[in-house]
Nanobody, 124 residues
Framework: QVQLVESGGGLVQAGGSLRLSCAAS????????IGWFRQAPGKEREFVGV????????WYGDSVKGRFTVSSDNAKNTMYLQMNNLKLEDTAVYYC?????????????????WGQGTQVTVSS
């Protein structure tokens, strides 16, 4: 299976920007798309966005539309999550995960391999 490693998390002020990376290795041919999820303390894991490796299909969760952008660098086996105009409620651990298909509405159950997560903290 494919292995995923997130990076780029950290502390950022509200209104600022941050870019997360998701590096894939191993059996990358088994991955069709990468999804991004986040989980804050006391809350359920929330869908952020999904993109296939070729970058032709992209969907976002309602809470981040217009602020977050997913992108693919297929040659580098790396996916990115660009987060702009960050809000306090964006504070969470962010995960990337691999799926064998893509569609507009996806849940955590649709994904197999998961990264370890990276903490994003937005301060006022």
């Amino acid at each position: 299976q494919v292995q995923l490693v997130e990076s780029g998390g950290g502390l950022v002020q509200a209104g600022g920007s941050l870019r997360l990376s998701c590096a894939a290795s191993g059996r990358t041919s088994s991955s069709y798309a990468i999804g991004w999820f986040r989980q804050a303390p006391g809350k359920e894991r929330e869908f952020v966005g999904v993109i296939n490796w070729i970058g032709s299909r992209i969907w976002y969760g309602d809470s981040v539309k217009g602020r977050f952008t997913v992108s693919s660098d297929n040659a580098k086996n790396t996916m990115y999550l660009q987060m702009n105009n960050l809000k306090l409620e964006d504070t969470a651990v962010y995960y990337c995960a691999s799926a064998k298909f893509i569609r507009p509405t996806m849940t955590a159950a649709d994904f197999g391999s998961w990264g370890q997560g990276t903490q994003v903290t937005v301060s006022s």
